[in-house]
């Protein structure tokens, strides 16, 4: 394990492992901090994941991953409010300092 993160009571981890807590997960599994329970998340890194951010309640992955799911990320993916992945920044309109 590389990375936490935490947030309404979901702990999120990234690192280069394949199980978390006996659920299958890609380098990224969500950890209900009452109970311990491990879920894996729908998307899959195809390497190791290094860092993670929740701006604005949204989740920023960066590692050594050139792909999140099926969709290019050159080591930086955004999962925001709407449940899928986009490479980061999510839109040529918005900077990193629309997430900070």
Known sequence: MN??????GTVIAGGAFSFAGGAVCSRVASIDAV???????????????RCLILPRNALCIGGNFDFMGSIPAGGIGYFGEL???????????????SFR
């Open 3 to 8: 990375a936490l993160a935490v947030q309404a």
């Open 83 to 97: 449940d899928n992945w986009s490479p980061y920044p999510p839109t040529a309109a918005m900077g990193w300092g």
């Open 35 to 49: 109970t311990g329970t491990a879920s894996g998340c729908s998307f899959a890194s195809d390497n190791v994941v």
